[in-house]
């Protein structure tokens, strides 16, 4: 019944090249964030190219930030071999390091391209937090990223046994056999059952990221308020189930956890961020910019549908313009009621394209 019988790793082998199931969970985590983030993205009025570009430049700058904070804070294990360093085929990868680069790359990217930046954290946030869901599965193919034997040691022994560990999991949990088996592994505490702390979290993030799709639904929710409420919901999970596991990143000696005190520290961001959201710089409603992105939308495939059957640079080129402009004016509109400001604005440009349809 206790058999130590971990699943195999690799999903692919093809001799010349391994592709593990560990990046093969990352990998569709990342597919799923920019599926939802292309489909919500039109929504918030960024272009899909835009989007993509800025997929191939802040995923690779985050998944190096992932590997370099976790080899900050094991460099004893790493000191300057470069090839252990570049190898993350076993895992290695610390989200926070992700984080704080994909953050600092949007803010860069989203300057450059004149894009809103809160528009494009409301993107992000849902998507990192269902990738991260995905990601914890990797950790379960490798047996990595879990917590202490169930029921606790006392001067290094199980305190249940391997029955109750196992009933812990399958009864308690419910658990299917192929996680309650997986748990079964060779841990700091020797052969015993551990608890999957991965799944955890994973649920936790799913649990978050359905929060997010409801929220931004509603109509007090603000322009950027996913970013905070991503950064408390993941912190406070991460915080007390990073305190289960066994394999924590530690500030030098000082026994403090790192990814607990970063966790407080994005919990005290979130809030400081949705107070300034609220005051020093107030954002739209999330409502008004969708509905004024819906209008924006329909106007310029109206405009684009226009244009594909004239041929005059100079008349496309002006509409253009004009669209842009227009564009611009109604998004400076902040107001619940923006269509009594915008409104003529919008009856101006429509005027233009009858008279060019005309």
Not at 63 to 74: A, C, D, M, S
Not at 88 to 93: A, K, P, Q, R, V
Request: aromatic letters at 12%.
């Amino acid at each position: 019944m206790h058999t130590f019988d971990p699943l195999n790793p690799v999903f692919l082998d093809l001799g010349f090249l391994t592709w593990y199931k560990y990046s093969v969970m990352i990998m569709t985590g990342l597919v799923v964030a920019i599926i939802l983030g292309l489909r919500e993205g039109k929504k918030l009025g960024i272009s899909s190219e835009t989007i993509l570009d800025g997929v191939l430049i802040i995923v690779p700058l985050s998944i190096i930030g992932t590997r370099l904070w976790y080899v900050i804070f094991e460099w004893e294990r790493y000191a300057w071999d470069i090839m252990k360093i570049i190898d993350i085929t076993d895992g290695g990868l610390a989200i926070h390091g992700g984080f704080i680069t994909a953050f600092v790359s949007a803010y860069f990217y989203t300057k450059k391209k004149g894009v809103n930046l809160f528009a494009a954290f409301d993107i992000m946030a849902p998507g990192f937090l269902i990738a991260q869901a995905f990601g914890r599965w990797g950790n379960f193919f490798n047996q990595e990223a879990h917590g202490g034997v169930i029921g606790g040691t006392l001067n290094g022994d199980a305190i249940l046994s391997l029955d109750e560990q196992r009933a812990f999991l399958s009864e308690t949990l419910h658990l299917p056999d192929y996680i309650t088996n997986q748990m079964y592994l060779i841990g700091p505490d020797g052969l015993n059952y551990y608890h999957p702390t991965f799944l955890y979290e994973s649920v936790w993030n799913v649990l978050g990221f359905v929060l997010m799709l409801v929220l931004r639904r509603t109509k007090f929710l603000r322009q950027g308020d996913l970013l905070p409420v991503y950064l408390i919901w993941y912190s406070t999970g991460r915080f007390f189930i990073e305190g289960m596991r066994t394999d924590s990143l530690y500030i030098g000696n000082t026994g403090l956890r790192t990814a607990q005190v970063i966790s407080i520290v994005m919990i005290l961001g979130g809030i400081a961020l949705l107070a300034i959201t609220r005051t020093i710089w107030p954002q739209k409603k999330y409502a008004v910019s969708l509905d004024q992105n819906d209008v924006l939308n329909k106007l310029q495939d109206r405009m684009n549908e226009l244009l594909s059957s004239i041929d005059n640079e100079k008349v496309s080129n002006d509409i253009t313009t004009k669209f842009t402009t227009l564009k611009q004016s109604i998004e400076a509109i902040h107001e619940p009621n923006w269509r009594d400001q915008g409104q003529s604005l919008i009856d101006e440009f429509e005027g233009k394209l009858a008279k060019l349809q005309a």
